[in-house]
């Protein structure tokens, strides 16, 4: 038995983990963010493949079963590839979960005009998950995708409040809307754009859905513990939870309390790759 892994490429998942603390409160947790590799979104689907193997792989070394890829990118470009490729050559039960099905699954329920729009970063817009998941479970509804690279280095330089700032959010959010006049939800599909909320909110016409990640996949994995018994009971429950980085622990710490809304203590981790 053993904690609940959350991977991330570096601090964007924490928002997802602090919805999943809030909805599973019960649980030990181990958080790994790959900071030391950042960013992931303009990265081949090769590397990042690499990358997140690796580092789930160190989250299993951990004692973790399950683990979630708190990370579009690395859910869109490794996911499929490591539920297919590596969990069947681990012992035991090893699962591995995403952010982009947890969020597609849903999505039928915001919209009125089967119109929706992404924001996402350049790796996940290039990958096509979105649209190709959506369509899965929504044939009928319309996917419009826009990608903001500036933003994850905005956010990550801490510059939320800037004039740049600003610009580059108006700017995407006018480039997604001209692809449809339709668009009734927009989904922010990236961990690091919930900082970036209220600027969004702001530039983004008010009968237009915003929607952020955290609170779906909560409910998602809180569901999935639910109809698999088998893994969940061999997570262990002792509200402990851990923090760890590829990079300086001390760095980390510093930024991570913005993204996950209270102090933490973190250690640093080896990776192989370079």
């Given at each position: 038995m053993g904690p609940i892994g959350i991977f991330d490429s570096g601090y964007g998942g924490l928002t997802v983990f602090r919805e999943i603390i809030r909805k599973l409160p019960q649980y030990d947790y181990v958080y790994l963010g790959d900071n030391a590799r950042v960013p992931y979104g303009t990265r081949s689907f090769e590397t990042v493949y690499a990358y997140t193997r690796e580092c789930v792989e160190k989250?299993?070394?951990?004692?973790?079963?399950?683990?979630?890829?708190?990370c579009n990118t690395a859910s869109a470009k490794a996911l499929r590839t490591i539920q297919q490729r590596d969990l069947p050559k681990q012992p035991g039960v090893r699962k591995v979960l995403g952010v982009i099905r947890p969020t597609t699954?849903?999505?039928?329920?915001?919209?009125?005009?089967?119109?929706?729009?992404?924001?996402?970063?350049?790796?996940?817009?290039?990958?096509?998950?979105?649209?190709?998941?959506i369509r899965k479970f929504y044939p009928d509804i319309a996917v419009f995708q826009q990608a903001c690279p500036m933003w994850v280095p905005l956010v990550e330089n801490a510059e939320?409040?800037?004039?740049?700032?600003?610009?580059?959010?108006?700017?995407?959010?006018?480039l997604l809307l001209r692809q449809s006049t339709?668009?009734?939800?927009?989904?922010?599909?990236?961990?690091?754009?919930?900082?970036?909320?209220?600027?969004?909110?702001?530039?983004?016409?008010?009968?237009?859905?915003?929607?952020?990640?955290?609170?779906?996949?909560?409910?998602?994995?809180?569901?999935?513990?639910?109809?698999?018994?088998?893994?969940?009971?061999?997570?262990?429950?002792?509200?402990?939870?851990?923090?760890?980085?590829?990079?300086?622990?001390?760095?980390?710490e510093e930024k991570a309390e913005r993204f996950y809304g209270q102090p933490i203590k973190a250690a640093k981790v080896k990776t192989l790759l370079t």
């Open positions: 989250l299993f070394e951990m004692d973790c079963h399950l683990v979630v890829l708190a699954e849903v999505i039928g329920r915001h919209t009125d005009t089967r119109h929706v729009g992404i924001l996402a970063t350049p790796g996940t817009v290039k990958s096509m998950s979105y649209p190709i998941e939320l409040d800037s004039p740049g700032t600003a610009y580059f959010v108006e700017r995407e959010i006018n339709h668009i009734d939800t927009v989904v922010l599909a990236c961990t690091h754009y919930p900082l970036l909320y209220p600027l969004v909110r702001h530039f983004l016409p008010q009968h237009i859905r915003l929607l952020s990640q955290g609170e779906l996949v909560a409910d998602s994995l809180a569901d999935y513990l639910t109809h698999h018994p088998e893994v969940e009971s061999l997570c262990t429950k002792g509200r402990q939870t851990r923090f760890y980085t590829t990079d300086n622990a001390t760095d980390f």
